[in-house]
């Protein structure tokens, strides 16, 4: 068995926590993932999730001797990254010093990052923005993450929750977010936004919409974005409408970012990606379209993620590390 508490090693654990499943693994310093582990997410949340988190640590540690764990989550960190201060979608966590929690249960120094942040620092590293000290990630799924890297530092900001992008008003009044507020940027340029959109298509193309509809169950409830992309792929014209709908709005938004950070690039991570140039190409044409005195200043580059659904656990896993 491996020395569980080797201060010396560098190899670091990084646990990312999602809705649905736990996903830990073994990291070295170039990025490489050794070996995974993963569990279902425990719906009551609280110490049964801290439970699962610990026995995933327990069991890689049992092979690997690591010097520290990093635990990603969607939420608030605090600006120490010990204290989850709110999240969404994990019941009984808001508020609690993760850090102290799990200390208790791995006896290994822990650290806690909000999840976007943790993957966007994984593409920095190791990933898509390798080449580049300022970037922004946004992972487009059913909402809109974000992490920033500025000068080769993740930008956390005075209180540990800054880069919340898909959460800044890009319509007043506009549709209601869970966020309690209308108009955010993830209603308009999220994976949940692409399939509003091709609904909308739908309705005003009914007789357009039957190929699309054909590839889900028949009705407009039904419709998945995994038929969309599939569709688009295809050439079908309501899912390209409903993409291209989704890039003019993330490209607005980039455009918008743009002329606040400057970064160097934009990666778009997450589940919409997987549809590559159907998105990309028309939301760089967007972000030029609607960027302010466009053509008078550079640009940043928009290109795919590399690291999928692993950039979390490789990025806390490295901050864990530092």
């Known amino acids: 068995m491996a020395n569980q508490n080797s201060a010396g090693s560098d190899l670091t654990i990084g646990i990312d926590v999602g809705g649905t499943k736990v996903l830990g693994g073994v990291v070295d310093a170039t990025g490489k993932v050794l070996q995974t582990s993963r569990r279902d997410t425990p719906r009551q949340g609280g110490d049964a999730l801290l439970a699962v988190i610990?026995?995933?640590?327990?069991?890689?540690?049992?092979?690997?001797?690591?010097?520290?764990?990093?635990?990603?989550?969607?939420?608030?960190?605090?600006?120490?990254?010990?204290?989850?201060?709110?999240?969404?979608?994990?019941?009984?966590?808001?508020?609690?010093?993760l850090d102290d929690e799990l200390v208790k249960l791995i006896g290994l120094p822990i650290v806690i990052e909000n999840d976007a942040n943790a993957a966007a620092w994984g593409e920095a590293k190791f990933g898509a923005g390798r080449a580049h000290n300022h970037m922004v990630l946004l992972t487009i799924g059913t909402g809109?993450?974000?992490?920033?890297?500025?000068?080769?530092?993740?930008?956390?900001?005075?209180?540990?929750?800054?880069?919340?992008?898909?959460?800044?008003?890009?319509?007043?009044?506009?549709?209601?977010?869970?966020?309690?507020?209308?108009?955010?940027?993830?209603?308009?340029?999220s994976g949940n936004a692409l399939l509003r959109h091709a609904r909308e298509a739908i309705n005003a193309s009914p007789d357009l919409a039957r190929n699309l509809l054909s590839r889900g169950d028949g009705t407009v409830?039904?419709?998945?974005?995994?038929?969309?992309?599939?569709?688009?792929?295809?050439?079908?014209?309501?899912?390209?409408a409903a993409f291209n709908t989704t890039a003019q709005w993330l490209?607005?938004?980039?455009?918008?970012?743009?002329?606040?950070l400057d970064?160097?690039?934009?990666?778009?991570?997450?589940?919409?990606?997987?549809?590559g140039e159907?998105?990309?190409?028309?939301?760089?044409?967007?972000?030029?379209?609607?960027?302010?005195?466009?053509?008078?200043?550079?640009?940043?580059?928009?290109?795919a993620a590399h690291l999928g659904n692993e950039a979390g656990l490789v990025g806390v896993a490295d901050l864990a590390r530092l």
């Open 221 to 240: 409830a039904g419709l998945t974005g995994t038929a969309i992309t599939d569709a688009a792929r295809d050439g079908d014209p309501v899912a390209l």
């Open 54 to 97: 610990a026995d995933i640590a327990k069991e890689l540690m049992a092979v690997h001797s690591v010097s520290a764990v990093g635990v990603s989550a969607a939420g608030f960190v605090s600006s120490d990254r010990k204290t989850m201060l709110a999240t969404p979608n994990i019941a009984d966590w808001n508020g609690v010093n």
């Open 263 to 275: 970064p160097a690039c934009v990666i778009l991570g997450g589940g919409v990606i997987d549809a």
């Open 278 to 303: 159907i998105l990309l190409a028309p939301t760089r044409e967007a972000m030029e379209r609607y960027m302010p005195f466009s053509g008078k200043h550079p640009s940043p580059e928009i290109f």
């Open 144 to 189: 809109i993450g974000c992490g920033i890297v500025v000068d080769g530092e993740l930008h956390r900001g005075a209180f540990g929750t800054a880069a919340e992008v898909g959460h800044f008003r890009v319509v007043p009044e506009g549709h209601l977010c869970g966020c309690g507020s209308r108009g955010c940027f993830e209603q308009y340029a």
């Open 251 to 260: 490209g607005a938004g980039i455009a918008s970012l743009a002329v606040i």
